[in-house]
């Protein structure tokens, strides 16, 4: 559901006219009346454009909380930042030295710790600034065993037709190769999975994580799922400036989108739409330098090449 409610105020004794909160506006707002700014808008995207421009404070956006802005865990500068005015090297080095954790401290992840992320991931931007993810918190080990149990019923079940060969070869020749895929590639590796959780308590799927979070979508919004992609990255980064590790967990992600159930244990509403788990915590590893990335070679193209519809360069 797209919240496009006018929640925007000006102060009129505050507003000197400037007139920049108007072509901010993406929303055709605010216009200028009698040498200030005024709403005139039905809708608004709530993105607080307009607020973030204003030299004198003199406009509000209602709908936004300013709390969302306030952390526990470590300082907050709140002024804005301007472009090319961050350190790119230090951003970048965070952005590589981050990595899938696999190996963690039983240490308990605070409250605070786990509010603070969720906030962060929050400043993310998203299409047509709907912001449709829900965060679901398994605060402790006992949280993340308890999915994985259920995670791993749901594997256990998928292990069992997969090692039907006249089932996989159907689904196969119906164009539905996927059960046959799971076979080939992944059958072997969970049924050990599955194995070790159950008689030795090793946990190959959560990577003994002592937290967890869930993030889903509502129904509706042009790119729910890009929009929940944006947030998890900006999550996974700010962990690990917090001092934790963390791991995005896709077979829950096919687990709970395959079985109900699952996500109804989680409290995820009917009709939301689980885009990723990330286990979380303090990390027992030690890295010393960053690595590389398979090389691109990123295509350039020109007007005439998009005009005539080949996508070859000139």
Same mark, same amino acid.
Request: hydrophobic share 40%.
């Given at each position: 559901?797209?919240?496009?409610?006018?929640?925007?105020?000006?102060?009129?004794?505050?507003?000197?006219?400037?007139?920049?909160?108007?072509?901010?506006?993406?929303?055709?707002?605010?216009?200028?009346?009698?040498?200030?700014?005024?709403?005139?808008?039905?809708?608004?995207?709530?993105?607080?454009?307009?607020? &973030?421009?204003?030299? #004198?404070? /003199?406009?509000? =956006?209602? @709908? $936004?909380?300013?709390?969302? !802005?306030?952390? +526990?865990?470590? *300082?907050?500068?709140?002024?804005?930042?301007?472009?090319?005015?961050?350190?790119?090297?230090?951003?970048?080095?965070?952005?590589?030295?981050?990595?899938?954790?696999?190996?963690?401290?039983?240490?308990?992840?605070?409250?605070?710790?786990?509010?603070?992320?969720?906030?962060?991931?929050?400043?993310?931007?998203?299409?047509?600034?709907?912001?449709?993810?829900?965060?679901?918190?398994?605060?402790?080990? &006992?949280?993340?065993? #308890?999915? /994985?149990?259920? =995670?791993? @019923? $749901?594997?256990?079940?998928? !292990?069992?037709? +997969?090692?039907? *060969?006249?089932?996989?070869?159907?689904?196969?020749?119906?164009?539905?190769?996927?059960?046959?895929?799971?076979?080939?590639?992944?059958?072997?590796?969970?049924?050990?999975?599955?194995?070790?959780?159950?008689?030795?308590?090793?946990?190959?799927?959560?990577?003994?994580?002592?937290?967890?979070?869930?993030?889903?979508?509502?129904?509706?919004?042009?790119?729910?799922?890009?929009?929940?992609?944006?947030?998890?990255?900006?999550?996974?980064? /700010?962990?690990?400036?917090?001092?934790?590790?963390?791991?995005?967990?896709?077979? +829950?992600?096919?687990?709970?989108?395959?079985?109900?159930?699952?996500?109804?244990?989680?409290?995820?509403?009917?009709?939301?739409?689980?885009?990723?788990?990330?286990?979380?915590?303090?990390?027992?590893?030690?890295?010393?330098?960053?690595?590389?990335?398979?090389?691109?070679?990123?295509?350039?193209?020109?007007?005439?090449?998009?005009?005539?519809?080949?996508?070859?360069?000139?």
């Amino acid at each position: 559901m797209l919240l496009r409610e006018v929640t925007t105020r000006i102060d009129p004794e505050r507003c000197i006219g400037c007139g920049k909160c108007i072509p901010v506006c993406p929303s055709d707002t605010l216009a200028m009346r009698d040498g200030k700014a005024v709403v005139v808008g039905k809708e608004s995207l709530q993105c607080g454009h307009c607020a &973030a421009v204003c030299p #004198a404070g /003199a406009v509000s =956006v209602g @709908a $936004l909380d300013p709390g969302m !802005l306030h952390f +526990a865990t470590f *300082p907050f500068d709140p002024s804005w930042l301007p472009h090319g005015k961050a350190d790119a090297g230090a951003l970048v080095r965070l952005m590589a030295s981050r990595r899938s954790c696999r190996n963690y401290r039983k240490d308990p992840v605070p409250r605070d710790d786990l509010l603070d992320l969720i906030k962060v991931a929050c400043t993310a931007p998203s299409g047509t600034n709907n912001q449709p993810w829900s965060f679901t918190i398994l605060p402790d080990r &006992a949280a993340v065993e #308890a999915l /994985a149990r259920r =995670v791993l @019923a $749901l594997f256990q079940k998928i !292990l069992s037709m +997969a090692s039907n *060969p006249l089932l996989r070869t159907g689904l196969k020749w119906i164009g539905m190769p996927e059960l046959d895929a799971f076979h080939r590639d992944y059958a072997d590796a969970v049924r050990e999975g599955i194995r070790e959780f159950r008689e030795t308590g090793r946990d190959r799927l959560f990577h003994g994580a002592p937290a967890a979070i869930v993030i889903s979508t509502a129904p509706g919004g042009s790119t729910p799922g890009e929009d929940a992609m944006l947030a998890t990255q900006n999550l996974l980064l /700010a962990a690990h400036a917090m001092g934790y590790g963390t791991c995005l967990i896709g077979f +829950a992600v096919e687990a709970i989108a395959r079985d109900r159930t699952i996500a109804k244990s989680l409290g995820i509403a009917p009709g939301h739409k689980v885009r990723s788990v990330i286990a979380l915590g303090r990390p027992a590893e030690q890295w010393h330098t960053v690595a590389g990335r398979r090389r691109v070679e990123p295509g350039f193209l020109d007007a005439d090449a998009i005009d005539r519809g080949d996508g070859r360069a000139s």
